[in-house]
């Protein structure tokens, strides 16, 4: 495991086989960001930048022998964009984000290395916390199905002047911690889903929460049926490997408020009878990434002792077409008694999210946020790498100001009122499809009616949660752990109120 250490000392005289230096561009050409390097020893270097190959784009990353009188054997260059007119500084912007993929792009390109000094500006506790958490997350690696790969950073020294202070110390252990929520995440996601079953997931939340004091509950297909989740039921009937539901407590004593999020966990999505194409499924074992989302942060609260109630649940099925698959105009009844026409049953995580949902409000917590890989119209909308906020005015904006500040990129969308009326059915209370243009604000819309006047959100994170292409600054291809960050920074503003 990577471990994280903050230290005082010159970044020439760190005894690293890497020391990371930043490489910021200006009109003039590249320049290294922080002293005394920029006018030490990496004085002559900078001359040979052109020739080097270094320009300080974001995400480049030079590896290049140490000059005399840098006691590392590699000095790796990465680039931090344009230098700003505040002297470099400028690059813990909005969120740290800069610094932040900066540390991930060089931590994720120097796999194999054992230790790495990092000279990044770290002028205060929020750039300590920024240049650590990009750092860990680089130095990601899954390996459970591989022999013989390189394996990832072991230690990392970030130098700072603030390497003694208790705010900088703090900032960096939470770094740690959510680094590994966002780690278990891409775990959880990469995982093949002949290992990562309903079932199998629940043992996972069961054994993570073991030696913590979150209280962990399961219900299984028998208590499901006897409780009204026909959405979970429904959605699992296809399968050998039945539904399950599983219910975090994090509750410390004087808790400011209580909070319940509810994930998306389609351990398989093959569409059902409605089957997906095959392309369409090389990706589907992500299709869990909501509820492993909410599982690590559930985690992640309580590592951090954060004073507010969570509460998580984890709607768990395996979306697979057989004899006993729940068919096209099929109707259910969800928790709650809502009955629901299953027009497409490749439309299947509202179901079971509208079944958490229900359970969640039952609690009368004071907001609940669902995440969820939901709808192929996200991507559309917004891409791979921008994730969706609808709902309540207020929840939404503060979602989003959470993800500036922790640095992922979330937008706020709209529930428009003439969109409800494609989901009427003829049949039930509602169609689980509606319109197919601004399908992703439908499926919105879908999830509101079992919310009723609770403050919450829906975070759709279809595109964002899996990295089809190659890596870029802290993010690996498959899982990338989308939304824990967010969500723990929302969880940490609640509890500064």
């Not at 910021?24 to 052109?50: F, N, Q, Y």
């Not at 629901?340 to 509202?350: S, Y």
């Not at 791979?384 to 503060?398: I, K, L, N, P």
């Not at 499809?433 to 829906?458: C, N, Q, S, Y």
Request: glycine letters at 12%; charged letters at 20%; a negative charge.
């Amino acid at each position: 495991m990577t471990t994280v250490n903050l230290t005082l000392k010159d970044p020439a005289r760190l005894d690293v086989d890497t020391l990371v230096v930043g490489v910021a561009r200006t009109p003039d050409g590249p320049v290294v960001v922080g002293e005394p390097l920029a006018k030490g020893p990496l004085k002559a270097l900078m001359s040979t930048a052109p020739a080097l190959g270094v320009t300080g784009a974001v995400d480049e990353v030079v590896r290049v022998p140490a000059p005399s009188g840098v006691k590392a054997t590699v000095v790796a260059l990465v680039g931090l964009g344009d230098h700003e007119a505040h002297g470099g500084a400028d690059a813990t912007s909005p969120g740290g984000e800069r610094v932040r993929r900066a540390a991930g792009a060089a931590v994720r390109q120097l796999r194999g290395t054992a230790s790495v000094g990092i000279a990044l500006p770290a002028v205060d506790a929020d750039a300590v916390g920024a240049v650590a958490e990009g750092a860990l997350l680089g130095a990601y690696d899954f390996t459970r199905y591989r022999t013989g790969t390189e394996t990832a950073v072991e230690r990392l020294e970030v130098v700072t002047p603030r390497a003694r202070d208790t705010a900088a110390k703090a900032a960096a252990r939470r770094a740690a911690v959510v680094a590994g929520a966002v780690h278990g995440t891409r775990d959880l996601v990469n995982t093949a889903p002949l290992d990562l079953y309903p079932a199998a997931f629940a043992d996972v939340a069961r054994a993570a929460a073991k030696g913590t004091k979150i209280k962990v509950q399961v219900m299984d297909e028998k208590e499901l049926a006897a409780g009204g989740y026909g959405g979970l039921v429904g959605v699992g009937q296809g399968s050998s490997r039945p539904p399950r539901l599983v219910r975090l407590d994090w509750a410390p004593s004087r808790a400011r408020g209580s909070v319940a999020l509810v994930g998306k966990g389609i351990t398989f999505d093959s569409g059902g009878l409605s089957i997906k194409p095959a392309k369409g499924m090389e990706t589907m074992k992500s299709d869990m990434a909501g509820a492993a989302a909410v599982l690590h942060t559930v985690l992640a609260a309580a590592e951090l002792e954060l004073p507010v109630r969570v509460t998580g649940w984890l709607c768990l099925a395996e979306n697979m077409p057989s004899g006993t698959a729940q068919r096209p105009s099929d109707v259910i009844t969800q928790r709650g008694g809502t009955t629901v026409e299953v027009l497409n049953t490749d439309a299947e995580g509202r179901l079971v999210l509208a079944d958490g949902l229900v359970a969640a409000c039952e609690e009368d917590p004071d907001v609940v946020v669902d995440v969820a890989t939901l709808t192929g119209a996200q991507v559309v909308a917004l891409g791979t790498r921008v994730s969706a906020v609808m709902g309540t005015d207020d929840v939404r904006a503060a979602v989003v100001s959470a993800a500036e500040r922790a640095g992922e990129q979330f937008w706020p969308m709209p529930l428009p009122t003439e969109l409800r009326a494609s989901l009427k059915s003829q049949v039930a209370d509602l169609a689980n499809i509606g319109d197919r243009m601004g399908g992703m604000l439908v499926a919105g819309l879908f999830l509101k009616e079992f919310v009723g006047t609770t403050p919450w959100a829906h975070l759709d994170i279809a595109g964002p949660s899996f990295n089809e292409g190659s890596a870029h600054g802290y993010t690996p291809p498959g899982g990338t752990g989308v939304a824990v960050r967010t969500l723990v920074t929302w969880l940490e503003g609640l509890t500064e109120r």
